[in-house]
C-alpha cells in the first residue's frame, strides 16, 4: 500500500448519539450459521474488470488497494452497511452503542445479514479510539472508516495493520452517498455502487412521492435537554441528519443557515430566550434527560419556537430510528423511510 498525503489536518472524534428493499440486485454473500464469532465475514462479491489496483482519495490523502480485499473491517458508522450491501460482509464492525440491540447489532444490519443466510460480524469497541490489537488479530486486508472521526495519528496507525480509507472530509460528515462510492472504490466495485445508490435515491423519491405536502417546506432538527432548557441545541448543514432532510425535498431553514454561517460544527446551540428565532416551518425534534414532547410545549420560551407552536413537529422517542436519521446509508433508508415520511407529511399538514 502506498498514501500520497494530500491535505492534512486533525480532526477531533464527533460525539455519537445516533431490510434490503432495492439493494437486493447485490445479494449478500451466502454463508453459515447466524452466529457472531472472530472468524466470521470475509464473503466477497466479485471484483468489477479493471477494478484493482484501486486509489481512494480521502481527507488524508490516497491509498491505493493492490487487489480484491478479503478480510474488510471497519470503523465508525455507516461502511459496514454499504459493504454488506454491495455483497460483502466485514469481518468486524464498531459495536454500536446507541439504536441497537444487546448485542450492539443495528436492527437493518442484523436484519440485512439474517436475511442472506450471513453470520454476524465479529463486533470490536471503539469507545476509547480505534481498536488496533483486535483489527491487528483478525488479519484484515482493508479497513473502512468513510465515515468516522479518525485522527490522523490513528489513520497511520491502521494503515500499518492494512489499506485504510478515512472519511471524505468531516469527520462524521460524510453524505451517504459518497461513502457508498468510496466503498465500492475500495471494494473493486465502483459500478455496483453506482447502481446502489440510484437505487436508494429511486426509493426514496417513491417514498416521498406519497408525501406531496412535504415537498419544499423548511425544516430543522433540534434537541432539549429536560434537565436544563436554557438552551436549544440544533444541527448544521454539515451534519448527515440536515443533508439527509434535504434529499427528501426539504429546504434548510434559513434561521439555521445564518446561525451556522461560517462554522465548521455538526452541531451547535442558541439560548431559549432565543428559541422563537428558529423559523423552520417542519421541526424534527428529540428529548434528552427525561423528558419528552410537552417539554418543548409547556415551557413558556421553547413553546415560542413557531413549529411548537403549529404542532408541525416530528418527535423522535426511538433510538433505532435516530441513529437510522442521524446516519442514513443503503440499508437504513428502506429500513426507516417509511416512517419518517409518514411523520413528515403529517407535520408538513400541519404548517400555518
Known amino acids: ?7 492534512s489536518r486533525s480532526a477531533g472524534r464527533a460525539l455519537g448519539a445516533l431490510a ?51 478480510r474488510v473491517a471497519t470503523i465508525g458508522w455507516g461502511s459496514f452497511d454499504s459493504a454488506i450491501a454491495l455483497g460483502v460482509d466485514p469481518v468486524s464492525i464498531g459495536k454500536a452503542t446507541f439504536g441497537a440491540d444487546a448485542e450492539g447489532y443495528l436492527p437493518w444490519t442484523k436484519e440485512a445479514l439474517e436475511a442472506s443466510g450471513s453470520p454476524l460480524p465479529a463486533l470490536h469497541d471503539e469507545l476509547d479510539g480505534a481498536p488496533y490489537e483486535a483489527l491487528s488479530d483478525l488479519g484484515v486486508d482493508l479497513i473502512l472508516g468513510t465515515n468516522s472521526g479518525l485522527s490522523e495519528q490513528e489513520y497511520d496507525t491502521l494503515s500499518k495493520i492494512a489499506p485504510t ?23 473493486g466495485v465502483p459500478k455496483a455502487a453506482d447502481q446502489l445508490i440510484a ?29 436544563d ?46 428559541a422563537d428565532a428558529l423559523d423552520a416551518d417542519i421541526a424534527v425534534v428529540f428529548v434528552q434527560g427525561g423528558g419528552d414532547l410537552s417539554t418543548l410545549q409547556n415551557d413558556p420560551l421553547l413553546s415560542k419556537i413557531p413549529a411548537v407552536q403549529s404542532g408541525a413537529l416530528v418527535y ?17 433508508i428502506p429500513w426507516a423511510l417509511p416512517g419518517y415520511a409518514t411523520q413528515l407529511g403529517e407535520a408538513a399538514a400541519k404548517v400555518r
Not at 170 to 176: A, I, N, Q, S, Y
Not at 215 to 220: I, N, P, S, V, W
Not at 255 to 270: D, H, K, Y
Not at 316 to 332: R, V
Request: charged letters at 20%; a negative charge.
Open 1 to 7: 500500500m502506498s498514501v500520497t498525503r494530500s491535505r
Open 20 to 70: 434490503a428493499v432495492t439493494v437486493a440486485a447485490f445479494a449478500l454473500s451466502a454463508c453459515a450459521a447466524p452466529a457472531a464469532d472472530e472468524n466470521a465475514g470475509g464473503g466477497s462479491a466479485a471484483a468489477e474488470s479493471g477494478a484493482f489496483p484501486a486509489s481512494v482519495t480521502h481527507v488524508y490523502g490516497t491509498t491505493e488497494i493492490p487487489a480484491q480485499p478479503e
Open 199 to 227: 437505487d436508494t435515491e429511486q426509493f426514496t423519491a417513491d417514498e416521498m412521492a406519497k408525501h406531496p405536502e412535504v415537498a419544499g417546506k423548511t425544516a430543522m432538527i433540534i434537541w432539549v435537554d429536560a434537565k
Open 229 to 274: 432548557l436554557g438552551k436549544v441545541q440544533y444541527y448544521t448543514p454539515n451534519d448527515t441528519r440536515l443533508q439527509y432532510l434535504t434529499d427528501l425535498g426539504l429546504t434548510i431553514a434559513p434561521s439555521i443557515e445564518q446561525l451556522a454561517e461560517g462554522s465548521q460544527e455538526f452541531v451547535s446551540s442558541i439560548s431559549a430566550e432565543e
Open 316 to 332: 423522535i422517542d426511538d433510538d433505532a430510528q435516530l441513529m437510522a436519521i442521524s446516519s442514513p446509508t443503503p440499508l437504513s
Open 165 to 187: 480509507i478515512a472519511y471524505a472530509d468531516t469527520p462524521w460528515g460524510t453524505p451517504w452517498r459518497e461513502s457508498t462510492r468510496m466503498v465500492g472504490e475500495a471494494l
